[in-house]
């Protein structure tokens, strides 16, 4: 019988990977950069381009090895993308718990 049980919300933090927020900040962001690319039917070597990186870098950025880029760089390149980023720091209602990062894609 398989055991099942309820993991971290952050997968990374779950599979002990170091600065798993950080991490997890990113991975988001490369989710976007991803959806970006489809939607507007781009290859590899042309959001490379857009990007400023190569293709092979385009390739392993969206097979997960985005370990090397900042979160800064990962916001550059959706503004390459004539994409802004907001960063908006507001209160927390909840007393002692610890604040959240969230990405929100807005349709213009």
Not at 92 to 100: A, E, I, L, P, V
């Amino acid at each position: 019988m398989t055991e099942i049980y309820e993991g971290q919300p952050n997968i990374f933090a779950e599979i002990g990977v170091a600065d798993p927020e950080t991490h997890l900040l990113k991975a988001k962001l490369v989710v976007e950069i991803v959806r970006l690319v489809r939607e507007r039917r781009l290859t590899q070597s042309v959001a490379g381009a857009l990007m400023g990186i190569s293709q092979p870098e385009v390739s392993r950025m969206f097979r997960g090895h985005f370990r090397e880029y900042s979160v800064e760089r990962l916001m550059e390149f959706l503004t390459a993308f004539d994409r802004d980023v907001d960063i908006v720091v507001k209160r927390r209602d909840g007393k002692g718990s610890k604040g959240q990062i969230t990405i929100r894609n807005e349709a213009a």
